[in-house]
């Protein structure tokens, strides 16, 4: 498969903010553009330059209203990407990228903001358009509970004991605890407080689900050559795929296979189109709404199989520095926060710098995963090396 972008475009500048739930000092608006100010102060670029913006997942905020704020000269994209929550993810760093690539603009933020005072919390926030009356009618009101069923039919048909997935949280929430920006920081968590949580919806339990709090992240997009002369050490953007196959989409929790999330098209066109595979990969960053939907989007990935998940989902497994399958090495959407995931992009980007709080010894390349279980899915590799 042709790959137009492979290393053509990097991430140049990150910044995020975050807030305890409702407890953002600034309205949404106001995150927001301090976020995406941060990040142009990270690469060394003057917010007034950046001339496209793209978010996903129903953000709030169209970029001609930040305009003003941020001194914009020149608004040359202003896109997002349609449905799938989370899952839209990456696909906005390849809308990005393909706008950089084609010389339709020059720098271009990828974004995602969320304050309850101004989006709300839960459904309202992040899957609006997804919960609709068909679910309300069966009493399906939240996201928990709808994935709580897919996460059950992982459980019984592929044997997944409740053991391993208690690993994966264990592995976030010791990430999460010695990130300064985590809202775990600091925290002792263990096996203990994680079996003796309440339920949420049977299996999930308090500490299988992501993390509700207020809060901007923001990337800057160049074109390679123009990261190299910027302030921080470009992170290229190898591959991004979005979509969904037939038999999977917004179909009413009537996929053909239950106890996917919808990645393998996502996996085989990132592979085909980097000549990468699994094996590759020295870090990933999950987006794990719900524990087992990360677990399975590991499985699409082919990082790991059903069969072998008992095995490869071990505490010392899965963490920095000595693991063989580090992930979510911020503390990922469970331990470090939840800003409907744009905080685990903004991961990769400082962990293929060598700035994250929680390093992988020589990490050349990252796979970060968006929205398991959406309608729409996406994924993306980012890596410090062109191949």
């Not at 992040?126 to 994935?147: E, L």
């Not at 990969?281 to 008992?310: C, K, M, P, R």
């Not at 520095?321 to 469970?334: A, E, M, R």
């Amino acid at each position: 498969m042709a790959n137009g972008l492979m290393g053509k475009v990097a991430a140049a500048g990150v910044g995020v903010l975050q807030y305890k739930r409702a407890g953002a000092p600034y309205g949404e608006r106001g995150v927001l553009t301090r976020a995406i100010v941060a990040a142009c102060e990270d690469a060394g670029l003057d917010p007034a330059d950046v001339d496209g913006f793209v978010s996903y997942g129903d953000d709030h905020n169209q970029p001609d209203r930040l305009m003003p704020e941020l001194g914009t000269k020149e608004l040359r994209l202003s896109t997002a990407v349609w449905g799938g929550g989370g899952g839209g993810l990456l696909g906005a760093f390849e809308l990005a990228a393909m706008a950089i690539a084609t010389g339709q603009c020059k720098a271009v933020v990828v974004y995602r903001a969320l304050v309850q005072g101004n989006s709300g919390r839960l459904s309202t926030a992040v899957m609006a358009h997804h919960v609709n009356n068909h679910f309300i009618a069966a009493g399906m009101m939240s996201p928990a509970q709808i994935c709580a069923m897919r996460a059950m039919r992982m459980a019984l048909q592929h044997n997944l004991p409740q053991e391993s997935i208690e690993q994966l949280v264990l592995a976030d929430y010791y990430h999460g605890s010695r990130n300064p920006e985590a809202v775990s920081y600091g925290q002792q968590f263990d096996i203990e407080t994680y079996r003796n949580a309440r339920w949420i919806a049977e299996p999930l339990r308090l500490f299988d689900c992501s993390r509700e709090n207020d809060g901007a992240g923001a990337i800057l997009l160049v074109s390679a050559e123009h990261a190299r002369d910027l302030k921080q050490k470009p992170v290229y953007l190898l591959a991004a795929a979005i979509g969904a196959e037939k038999g999977w989409g917004d179909l009413l929790e009537n996929d053909d296979d239950y106890t996917s999330t919808g990645f393998e098209p996502i996996a085989r066109r990132l592979w085909e189109s980097t000549g990468l595979g699994p094996k590759d990969i020295d870090v990933t960053q999950l987006y794990e709404n719900f524990t087992y939907q990360g677990v399975s989007s590991l499985v699409g990935h082919g990082l790991i199989s059903w069969e072998s998940a008992v095995e490869d989902l071990k505490f010392d497994n899965l963490i920095a520095p000595s693991g063989k399958l580090p992930l979510n090495t911020s503390g990922g959407n469970l331990a470090q926060g939840f800003i409907h995931g744009i905080n685990i992009a903004i991961e990769a980007v400082r962990q293929l710098r060598g700035q994250s709080a929680n390093p992988v010894p020589d990490a050349k390349t990252c796979l970060v995963c968006g929205g398991p279980g959406s309608p729409i899915n996406s994924s993306a590799i980012f890596a410090n090396q062109i191949p």
